[in-house]
């Protein structure tokens, strides 16, 4: 037998295993409900067993492993990306590539070998294994991983592919770092970054099972687009269970149909209006004047004003919730009506306590009444003043006032923030914030709100911020999302873009007003043709030439015109994406044609950065059609 040959029998080895498998968890089910001893556990047992089963059962069939190790003391591992027992008493056929083993296989250089002899890399087409690479680290062989030169240079289409076989050793360290820990990777395009954060997830999934099933994870991403675009990764490494949605959708509690000015917005999204709010909020807190007085049959219980005071006083300065603090009064008034009632002999049975809590709710309505976050916020919009003073200037009062209320995008984080003042939103165990430069400062308080007693992976590009808000520094980002002590990693390696694409983008880096460390290109495959004006159709139409996705990239107002034009040129092919360019963010197109760059730039304050963005969602190949606003020694 061939050496390729062997490595197919060990394919049909996995498929037999990944049967036992699926033949054991489906008898499990069966004698799983025979076998609890109540009604309770049958019914909780069942539900895991039967879930594993249709686990095994529904998981999209691949590859069974993509690597091996061969260790120097003669141990043998095959990596994939689900774990496959092997017969009863035998070690598993194939080992997760999220188990501590295969940290070597993704980190053993020659100069740290970690035991490892060889690492191969197979190559597959669709269920076949069509070949394998091996790399000899004792002998201090190096190879240039055709691999996953192939894995890189492949024509995208579809959604995003997971990237276990080929993640790279400053990849991995983030991937596998402590759930304890915080960390922010600063990533220039096409580093990886969503995928890291992506397999960070599946990773902790995997090593903290318990723990997060209970807290849950949580992945924000900017857009529905972007959701659509990575929704299948996780899939595929068989977590099904993470929650994946934007920020606006997490924090939207009504329905956004209302719009603000620029200034407006900058002003609601500003850090000071958390202390407005809190102003607002416990503005409506009042001191009591009236003593409380509550009939019990012949018998009349008495709060003195003083001491109803004291204790909503005492409430206050213990900082809790708002809600909470209003329970907290409210019992220790009830207390305190008990107590009276007890020196007279009354005793104090659960349907009297009933009685006198709704006996005493109006006088503590009156010094502590219930809010919802929408009263409290129109209250405040319609007239900021009382709440505002020493916090927002005249002018930045102003254009927040408004009368009526539809409320707008900017509004739903304010609301968040005051729910948040009266109740503790539901925490996540780990939090995963894609393109994290572009939040606002409230919008950080609002995550940091979900993670204060979990951890955050943030990852973004200090150089792609669009939003008018967005960070120019990961240190101030960091506090404001509750980990200032966060590590800040850079990756600078960039998977997707080639050099003279690369090349092109660092330039426009310098004018960003962003300190970051310029993309070194993995890739020196691709090219860039610079266009006139009138050859959009001929950039389009030779990009149709070549296999994979076409992204034509224009200014948002541009975008009827132009999809209009390359139809009267009967361009209508489904491989093309005429995308406005606030939308491709974290997307990749294996031909990029932006067109009118200057018009891209242009459009809003961030424009150079939105440009930055566009060019390099270039896999292979890009053409800018129209000038370019770089400085002298353009190509
Ligand atoms: N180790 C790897 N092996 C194979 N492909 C990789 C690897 N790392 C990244 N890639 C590929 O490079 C491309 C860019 O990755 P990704 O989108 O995660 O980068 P990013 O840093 O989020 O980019 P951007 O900020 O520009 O949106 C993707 O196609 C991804 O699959």
Redesign the pocket.
Known sequence: MTELETERAYVDECRKGLQRMLDGARHNVIVGESVAGDRYSAERLGRHLKSLAKELGEAPEGPPFFGRLDLEDGHRHYLGRRHISGETGQPPVVIDWRAPVSTAFYRAHAGERRGVAMRRRYGWSGLTLTGFEDERLDDGERVASRI?AA??ERP?VGP??D?V????PE?DELVRAELEESICVQ??????????GLHRAAYLLYAHRQRLERHGVLILGPNRAFLGYIGAVLPALGEVDVEQTTVDELLLRTSVKGEDSVEAAAVKHDERMAAVLRRALYGRITKPVEPVAVRDGAFVWRVAEDELRRIVDQARRAALPYRIGRERVLSQTVALVRRQAELRGRAADAPWLRRMTRAVTPAVEAAWPNVKPEEVLAGLLSDPAPHAEGLLSAREQAAITRRRHAWTAADAVLLDELAGLLDHPKGYGHVIV??AQDLSPMQCRAIARRSEYGSLTV?G?LA?GTTPWAARDWAEQMKNLGKPDARVIA?TT????PAVVVELANRLLDQLGVNVPPTRSFRSDGRLKLRGSDEVELAVREALEHEGSIGVIAADAALPALAARLAAHGIDDERVSVMPASLV????YDHVVVVEPAAVVAAEPRGLNRLY?AL??A?SRLDVIGALPVPAGSP
């Open positions: 996953l894995e890189l995208r995003m592919r990237i076989a080929t993640i790279q990849q990533g220039a395009p096409g580093t990886g970054k969503t995928a890291v894609d393109e990852l590009d792609q990756l960039g998977f997707r873009v963010k974290g997307l990749e963005v390099t969602r896999v």
